[in-house]
């Protein structure tokens, strides 16, 4: 593996894994396989003898995921219902300055 990188998007991640594949033969040669998953970011094993096997856990991301979403959904929420009220005032005080500003003579029918 060459490198590895987490890309943020609006709204979800993207990991990319770069790595450069070798052609040729096999024998003798250390291998490590990778399954990604979901509640396991990755299950790492190698075909070398006395190393263990070990696993990435995903959940603690999932958490800090979900977190920061319910926390953005609060403050979109918040945004959307002071915009409204913002809006109300505003045209429910303009609507006042209109008819406090009109002069009314005493020949208007």
Do not use: W
């Amino acid at each position: 593996m060459i490198e590895a990188r987490i890309i943020p998007k609006s709204s979800c991640s993207t990991i990319e894994i770069v790595y450069k594949k070798s052609e040729g033969i096999t024998h003798n040669q250390q291998i490590v396989g990778v399954d990604l998953g979901v509640n396991n970011l990755m299950a790492v094993t190698k075909n070398q003898t006395g190393v263990s096997p070990f696993l990435i856990k995903c959940r603690p991301l999932k958490a800090i995921n979900t977190s920061s979403n319910k926390q953005r959904s609060c403050l979109q929420y918040q945004l959307k219902t002071n915009h409204n009220k913002t809006n109300y005032h505003r045209s429910k005080n303009n609507s006042q300055t209109k008819l406090s500003s009109r002069k009314l003579s005493p020949y208007s029918k």
